[in-house]
């Protein structure tokens, strides 16, 4: 995937995350943005955090702005970053989750879990007011246009453009104003499509209810990952190393490992053990080399270490452990750097000649 200048997008993301009822809410929130940080850092984005809104976007110097709640995650790998792609060759002021809130006699509402601005037009708009949800104003607005289907519900249309008719509401919603705005100055708001909808991740922890419902694809996911996902072919790193060693320390996901030892021993390593199981009876047996094979999970322990030879030449590839969707809202930063921090000073105090490849690391510098 290209990366996107950093000069045309930035991520803005809104913490309003002390305004959450349940201190677990806060605690797994703050685990999802810690790691939504590091994936967009590593992809080679910006990121700047305020409570303002407002504020992020005046003091901007890019093209565009995804602002995003940091209850809101992208998942499957790439593809939300592709489809942020697709939507920047578009001409459009405003793209996002745009909700028709007429049944409860409200004005459209912009989801603040996620939506994108180009700066262009707001600069030229003189930086407005995004707009926040405002009860019991009277106001007069001019009715936007929507399509019949929705995307799910009443309440989702699949595209909105500015109308003619007049309409008195009685409340306000979030991103009034620049919905508003857009239909002002006939400029265009694009709602998310499925391409944009199905890779990312939005856990409503504003209501509990809510969350507590969401956020069982948490779980599903740890799971899944920790028992059922397994890599078949090459996922690792290409970061250009082109020594040999003696020794690997490589987790069960791939053989690009076979152009770096010509004699020793490659010890696989995993916390799921059905992985172990598959590179066990899949992995491409090389003259010279022996295989092991280590059920461990590198977050909660060093039992690793006790499988090393301290006197070979040693390559550890610790890929994305400690910086993995499929673990990172179950363990928090702090838990994530502790271990990968005491994991690196234990291999290096018993390993003399020993380098250590990351392919993205917990961070605490974001």
């Known amino acids: 995937m290209k990366i996107v200048d950093p000069k045309k997008i930035a991520f803005c993301i809104v913490d309003d995350i002390e305004t959450y009822a349940d201190e677990k809410i806060k605690q797994t929130v703050r685990n999802l943005c810690d790691f939504t940080i590091s994936?967009?850092?590593?992809?080679?984005?910006?990121?700047?955090?305020?409570?303002?809104?407002?504020?992020?976007?005046?003091?901007?110097?890019?093209?565009?702005?995804?602002?995003?709640?940091?209850?809101?995650?992208?998942?499957?790998?790439f593809a939300f970053f592709e489809a942020l792609d697709a939507l920047l060759e578009k001409e459009f002021f405003i793209a996002g989750h745009v909700l028709d809130r007429t049944m409860y006699d409200a004005y459209y509402e912009l989801h603040h879990q996620c939506y994108v601005v180009n700066m262009a037009h707001y600069?030229?708009?003189?930086?407005?007011?995004?707009?926040?949800?405002?009860?019991?104003?009277?106001?007069?607005q001019t009715q936007p246009i929507r399509s019949v289907e929705n995307y799910h519900d009443n309440y989702t249309p699949r595209f909105v453009f500015a109308g003619t008719n007049k309409q008195e509401y009685s409340h306000r919603c979030h991103g009034w104003n620049l919905l508003k705005l857009a239909f002002e100055n006939n400029l265009s708001v694009i709602v998310f499509d499925e391409t944009i909808r199905n890779n990312k991740k939005h856990y409503y922890p504003e209501s509990p209810k809510d969350f507590f419902e969401e956020a069982k694809y948490i779980q599903e996911k740890f799971n899944y990952c920790k028992?059922?996902?397994?890599?078949?072919?090459?996922?690792?790193?290409?970061?250009?190393?082109?020594?040999?060693?003696e020794q690997l320390v490589v987790p069960a996901s791939g053989t690009l490992y076979l152009d770096l030892i010509e004699r020793g021993t490659v010890v696989f390593y995993d916390y799921n053990q059905r992985a172990l199981d598959y590179w066990k009876e899949h992995c491409p047996a090389k003259e010279g080399v022996e295989y092991k094979f280590v059920h461990t999970n590198l977050l909660e322990e060093l039992s690793i270490v006790d499988h090393v030879?301290?006197?070979?030449?040693?390559?550890?590839?610790?890929?994305?452990?400690?910086?993995?969707?499929?673990?990172?809202?179950?363990?928090?930063?702090?838990?994530?750097?502790?271990?990968?921090?005491?994991?690196?000073?234990?291999?290096?105090?018993?390993?003399?000649?020993?380098?250590?490849?990351?392919?993205?690391?917990?961070?605490?510098?974001?």
């Open 309 to 366: 030879d301290s006197k070979a030449k040693t390559l550890v590839n610790l890929s994305n452990v400690f910086c993995y969707e499929g673990t990172a809202a179950v363990y928090g930063l702090s838990h994530r750097l502790n271990a990968q921090n005491s994991l690196v000073e234990a291999l290096k105090s018993k390993v003399k000649k020993i380098d250590i490849n990351f392919t993205m690391k917990a961070d605490a510098g974001h």
């Open 227 to 245: 028992e059922e996902f397994v890599h078949t072919d090459n996922t690792e790193w290409t970061n250009g190393i082109t020594e040999t060693y």
């Open 123 to 140: 600069n030229a708009l003189r930086c407005p007011t995004v707009g926040s949800l405002e009860q019991g104003i009277l106001h007069i």
């Open 39 to 77: 994936n967009l850092h590593t992809k080679g984005y910006p990121v700047f955090v305020g409570n303002d809104e407002n504020e992020l976007l005046r003091n901007l110097d890019h093209e565009y702005a995804v602002v995003m709640s940091p209850g809101t995650e992208y998942i499957n790998g």
